[in-house]
């Protein structure tokens, strides 16, 4: 059966035929690495995606016999970031950490200020991590389920807040899609990052929250947050008694993933690509990554080249009709 082009598979062809003359010119690209790698990061230390980059990076260090480090550059939602990286030197020493943000939901929300080629700019190496995002409440709220919180909120249209990461982050676009699924009237007040929004529900500023799991699993495991319900297709494991949203009356349909990916910049050679994709593969699949991504609430995940283009290319449509339905403008 024929694979199905799409147009970051089709890029990361046309870039495998205008690099072939060259890679078999120049022996250099059968020793890589021979300097540091960097691995780019478009949120500040501390976060997830950071945590995970950083996880990532020593084990690669060790299977690519090379220094591998991770450079924060914050801002404009990721969007400096990945412009950075698409600008950088095709040679596979500068690698760009995906998120849903930066390919997912980003291109449909700044459309004029992105700064970026989401497809065009870059060649896809590796999926890295699954991470679900949870439905926090404030614990001394009366609402103990879903239920009973929409419920609730129908009671009191108005009154009940949801903090969020930041305007169209993912976590604004998953309450706005959490009040129009159930007909709710919720009031959004974005913070800057995930961290204020968890203690803003903690304080009780505002009232509930989706969080990346891992960011709110301590606080969840320590009495100070509730977790009502998490946006993946499954139950996490490391909540089994909390509910995916899909299972509960209402959300039949509603599943948000979060997700890192690595990606290099256009026109990167495919041995360079071939070399980073087995080595992520690799570290992916060990026992010591995988327990340090479980306590952080994220599920390694490894994937080919083409199977990560055609994944970006199934987010880029999703979001963006996501964005178009809840009518939400940045720019």
Same mark, same amino acid.
């Given at each position: 059966?024929?694979?199905?082009? *799409?147009? #970051? /598979?089709?890029?990361?062809a046309c870039?495998?035929?205008?690099?072939?003359?060259?890679?078999?010119?120049?022996?250099?690209?059968?020793?890589?690495p =021979?300097?540091?790698?960097?691995?780019?990061? &478009?949120? /500040?230390?501390g &976060?997830?995606?950071?945590?995970?980059?950083?996880?990532?990076? %020593? =084990?690669?260090?060790?299977?690519?016999?090379?220094?591998?480090?991770? %450079?924060?550059?914050?801002?404009?939602?990721?969007? /400096?970031?990945?412009?950075?990286? =698409?600008?950088? /030197?095709?040679?596979?020493?500068?690698?760009?950490?995906?998120?849903?943000s930066?390919h997912?939901?980003?291109?449909?929300?700044?459309?004029?200020t992105?700064?970026?080629?989401?497809? *065009? &700019?870059? %060649?896809?190496?590796?999926?890295?991590?699954?991470?679900?995002?949870?439905?926090?409440t404030?614990?001394?709220?009366p609402?103990?389920s879903v239920?009973?919180?929409?419920? +609730?909120?129908?009671?009191?249209?108005?009154?009940?807040?949801?903090a969020s990461?930041?305007?169209?982050?993912?976590v604004?676009?998953? &309450?706005?899609?959490?009040?129009?699924?159930?007909?709710? $009237? +919720?009031?959004?007040?974005?913070? @800057?990052?995930?961290?204020?929004?968890?203690?803003?529900?903690?304080?009780g500023? *505002?009232?509930?929250?989706?969080?990346t799991?891992?960011?709110?699993?301590?606080?969840?495991?320590?009495? @100070?947050? @509730?977790?009502?319900?998490?946006?993946?297709?499954?139950?996490?494991?490391?909540?089994?008694?909390?509910?995916?949203? @899909?299972?509960?009356?209402?959300?039949?349909?509603? $599943?948000?993933?979060?997700?890192?990916? +690595? #990606?290099?910049?256009?026109?990167?050679?495919?041995?360079?690509?071939?070399?980073?994709?087995?080595?992520?593969?690799?570290v +992916?699949?060990?026992p010591?990554?995988?327990?340090?991504?479980?306590?952080?609430?994220?599920?390694p995940?490894?994937?080919s080249?083409? $199977?990560?283009?055609?994944f970006?290319?199934?987010e880029?449509?999703?979001?963006?009709?996501?964005?178009? =339905?809840?009518?939400?403008?940045?720019?």
């Amino acid at each position: 059966m024929k694979t199905p082009s *799409t147009p #970051l /598979a089709v890029a990361a062809a046309c870039a495998f035929s205008a690099v072939a003359a060259l890679t078999v010119a120049s022996p250099a690209y059968a020793q890589y690495p =021979q300097q540091p790698v960097k691995i780019v990061v &478009g949120y /500040a230390a501390g &976060g997830t995606t950071d945590i995970l980059a950083r996880s990532l990076a %020593e =084990q690669l260090a060790a299977e690519l016999k090379q220094s591998v480090i991770v %450079e924060n550059k914050p801002g404009a939602a990721g969007n /400096a970031a990945a412009a950075f990286v =698409q600008q950088s /030197a095709p040679d596979g020493y500068t690698l760009f950490m995906a998120t849903v943000s930066s390919h997912g939901i980003n291109p449909a929300l700044y459309k004029k200020t992105l700064g970026y080629e989401p497809v *065009t &700019g870059f %060649e896809p190496v590796s999926m890295v991590a699954s991470i679900p995002l949870v439905l926090i409440t404030n614990p001394k709220l009366p609402a103990k389920s879903v239920p009973e919180l929409v419920a +609730l909120a129908k009671q009191k249209p108005g009154e009940l807040n949801y903090a969020s990461s930041g305007n169209g982050s993912p976590v604004h676009l998953a &309450g706005a899609m959490f009040g129009q699924n159930a007909q709710l $009237e +919720l009031v959004h007040v974005p913070y @800057r990052g995930g961290a204020l929004a968890n203690t803003s529900v903690m304080a009780g500023e *505002t009232q509930l929250s989706f969080a990346t799991l891992p960011a709110a699993l301590p606080q969840v495991k320590a009495g @100070r947050l @509730r977790a009502m319900a998490v946006t993946t297709k499954d139950r996490s494991a490391q909540l089994p008694d909390v509910p995916a949203m @899909r299972e509960l009356p209402g959300f039949k349909g509603f $599943e948000i993933n979060t997700w890192n990916a +690595l #990606l290099v910049p256009k026109g990167t050679p495919q041995p360079v690509i071939d070399t980073l994709n087995k080595a992520v593969g690799k570290v +992916l699949s060990s026992p010591k990554l995988a327990q340090r991504f479980n306590q952080e609430g994220a599920t390694p995940v490894g994937s080919s080249p083409k $199977e990560l283009a055609r994944f970006v290319d199934a987010e880029l449509n999703k979001w963006a009709g996501a964005v178009q =339905q809840l009518n939400i403008k940045i720019d």
